[in-house]
């Protein structure tokens, strides 16, 4: 089983939808949770940490359910600019590794 | 703020040619740093990590090998590059273990 495994779309969804992202992880030790952003040839970009009550920033909503080792994504009125590759991040529980996701793609229809 | 660059952007060397790719971060001290690979419509690849200078961690057996000379500098090499090591090089760093990593611009290497 993979560490951290990520439905990987695509997702192509019209202005203005709500669309959601969930990603499972194996070691039930990860204490580190995050989502990224990648757009196309470039490096990912810090979105936002997951915490365990869950946490909004904007349009986005990130839940973590540690009883099912999973995290979500939620994108509220979404935009032609959320287009992007969206990377599940989870910390190894020791040391200093993280394991990333393979990414969902995102495509924001106009 | 801090800030954290790369070099080159991009790449084109030859099969069995030396690599040597350049990390600096600016703006804090003694971070995590961290050198991943990224393969085309592939996830990322932890290669190497680093918490302090001369102290490297290798996460995968492989041709290529990592320094810190300086806290804030951490250089990735290769003595006789392999056509599979092409890909996007991503150096990264964190404030401590646990926390977010930041990305540099990466460098995109193509091995020919």
């Known amino acids: 089983r993979k560490e951290v495994e990520q439905d990987p779309g695509p997702f192509n969804v019209p202005e203005g939808a709500t669309v959601a992202f969930n990603c499972t992880y194996s070691?039930?030790?990860?204490?580190?949770f995050f989502w990224y952003r990648q757009d196309c040839r470039k490096e990912p970009k810090l979105l936002m940490s997951v915490y365990s009550s869950g946490n909004e920033d904007g349009r986005f909503t990130a839940q973590l359910n540690r009883a099912s080792q999973y995290i979500s994504l939620l994108i509220r009125d979404s935009k032609l600019s959320d287009s992007a590759t969206y990377l599940c991040?989870?910390?190894?529980?020791?040391?200093?590794?993280?394991?990333f996701g393979t990414g969902t793609s995102l495509t924001v229809i106009p | 703020s801090q800030t954290i660059h790369q070099w080159p952007a991009t790449l084109v060397q030859p099969v069995g040619s030396p690599l040597s790719l350049e990390c600096t971060v600016e703006?804090?001290?003694?971070?995590?740093l961290y050198w991943y690979r990224q393969a085309a419509g592939r996830g990322l690849q932890l290669l190497f990590y680093s918490v302090g200078i001369g102290q490297i961690s290798s996460e995968v057996p492989q041709n290529l090998s990592a320094s810190r000379p300086q806290d804030r500098q951490f250089i990735l090499s290769s003595k006789k590059l392999l056509l599979s090591d092409s890909g996007f090089y991503l150096c990264?760093?964190?404030?401590?273990?646990?926390?977010?990593?930041?990305f540099g611009p990466g460098t995109r290497l193509t091995v020919l």
């Open positions: 703006g804090t001290s003694n971070p995590n």
């Open positions: 991040v989870v910390n190894k529980g020791t040391g200093n590794q993280f394991y």
């Open positions: 070691n039930s030790a990860s204490q580190s």
């Open positions: 990264a760093w964190s404030v401590q273990s646990y926390n977010e990593q930041f």
